[in-house]
């Protein structure tokens, strides 16, 4: 695992395409973001108080987008911590390999839209704490 740090997560401005319609965000692999996009997924219906994620990835690439509502990312390298708070459809949050995340506070109705440069595989999350610890020493 390269060892990536919470600075090289970053808030990702994406464009507003706006008409009297409405709005209309694009975020294409490898133009807007440094990775293609592989899998998409979201999540919804989160129960009030409740926190996702608590765990790391040994190579995968996201953008975090709250599409709808907000939400708050808590990133760790092991070293340093930093909480970001998203509430904005055409801002996303780049979270690169190595981090441990912990999101949480998320607003009734929120949805939390993650792009993602891999397929779903168990074998790259690191979900032990204490392992991820020793993998960052
Ligand atoms: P997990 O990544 O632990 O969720 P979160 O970080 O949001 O708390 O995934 C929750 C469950 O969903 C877990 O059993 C794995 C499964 N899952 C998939 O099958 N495919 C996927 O692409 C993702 C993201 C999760």
Redesign the pocket.
């Known amino acids: 695992m390269k060892h990536y740090s919470v600075y090289d997560c970053s808030i990702v401005p994406l464009n507003k395409i706006h008409n009297r319609a409405g709005n209309i965000t694009v975020v294409e692999g490898e133009t807007s973001i440094p990775f293609d996009i592989k899998?998409v997924?979201y999540?919804y219906d989160i129960p009030g108080g409740e926190e996702?994620?608590?765990?790391a990835h040994h190579g995968l690439f996201q953008l975090i987008v709250a599409a709808s509502g907000s939400f708050e990312v808590m990133l760790n390298d092991g070293h340093n911590k930093k909480i970001v708070r998203l509430n904005r459809p055409d801002f996303g949050l780049l979270v690169v390999p190595g981090i441990w995340r912990e999101?949480f506070e998320f607003s009734s109705g929120s949805v939390c839209l993650?792009l993602?440069s891999m397929k779903?595989s168990?074998d790259d999350?690191i979900r032990d704490y204490e392992e991820f610890r020793k993998l960052k020493g």
Request: charged share 25%; glycine share 16%; net charge positive.
């Open positions: 899998r997924y999540l996702r994620g608590g765990h999101l993650v993602a779903y168990e999350y």
